[in-house]
């Protein structure tokens, strides 16, 4: 094991445990279980340890239809657990009334890449299946999910750009079959409604076309040496030129992006720190997505933010509500839904 992974693992673990312990139990109003989700095309019958949050049926026997939510946790691939997008998923599923899954993504190194990404679309496309769900942990339940209610996949920084690459091919639809990379992928059940991209990691000056490159300036205007030195061991692990890295490379292995991307999710949600080293790889990204058509961009850079987002561990600054607002605000768009701006923010 690469000592650098197991004491960024450690640490990770550490933190979420100390904002488990501040989170407390699952409240009234809301059940959470874990399930083990299949992975085809391995070789030892692999899982994904998956945490699924749903919010309680109303008394009365009355079914609670409600959209889902699948929301992938950063941590470089590596790193984290789904515990340490608890305290937003719980949020979720108590002001949208959305079943939310929180899929693991911390394969790297022990799985080469792109396989912990090719993973989180087969996760992913499992629960697109809704069958999945509600014929399983929410059998009897009174919950069930009903992706005509809204199908958001999204994350944080590595989730975040897992989830955008997860929306540039689910966009490719039947193009995909004649691109490599995707030979074998499982199709997903429903449509994708939403793509939510927070504080994602999609860009490296060498696999970047030379349109972008003047705008990609964030990595020398934010830089810092232990952040450069962990960025620098992160893209030692990917390769950067890969359509699993980012939807970015798809530029490589289409000739015409506009009329090959035909069924991209409508809606994309973006957000980035101005201090934030990946800051301009979201802004890049909103640029690549207006060559789609039918897709609506909202981006958004939070001033003073630096690569923060609205985690379960307790660090001051990821529990503000300058970051948990921007959140709420990209969710509750995506589902078209509002949300009590006047209310105390919950988790």
Known sequence: MDSAVEIQRQAIASAEAAGLAQLGPCPPHLDETWLDI???HT?????NRTKIIWPKAP???????????????????SAGSPDSVLAPARAFATLFSCVVACPSLNQLPELGFPAPVRNAWEVTAWLSNARNLNEGVLKDTGTIVDPSHGFVVG???????????IGAIYGLGANAAG???FIGITPLKNTVTGIFAGIPFLATASMLPSHYLEIFKSREENSEPTADMLRGQLESRLDAHSPWFSPLNLDKHVSNLAQTVRSHPPKVFIYGGHLDPFRDDSVIYAK???QVEGVSVRVT???GEDHNAWVTPPFPARHTRQIKEPTLDGMAWLL??????EVELPF
């Open 301 to 303: 850079v939070i001033e």
């Open 43 to 47: 070789t030892s019958n692999e899982t």
């Open 155 to 165: 994350g944080l920084s590595s989730g975040g750009a897992t989830a955008a690459v």
């Open 59 to 77: 008394p009365g026997g009355e079914q609670r239809q409600c959209p889902l939510v699948v929301y992938y946790h950063g941590g470089g691939l």
């Open 179 to 181: 691109i490599e990379e």
């Open 38 to 40: 299949p992975l085809p």
């Open 336 to 341: 078209g839904q509002e949300w009590d701006r």
């Open 288 to 290: 690549w997505l207006e």
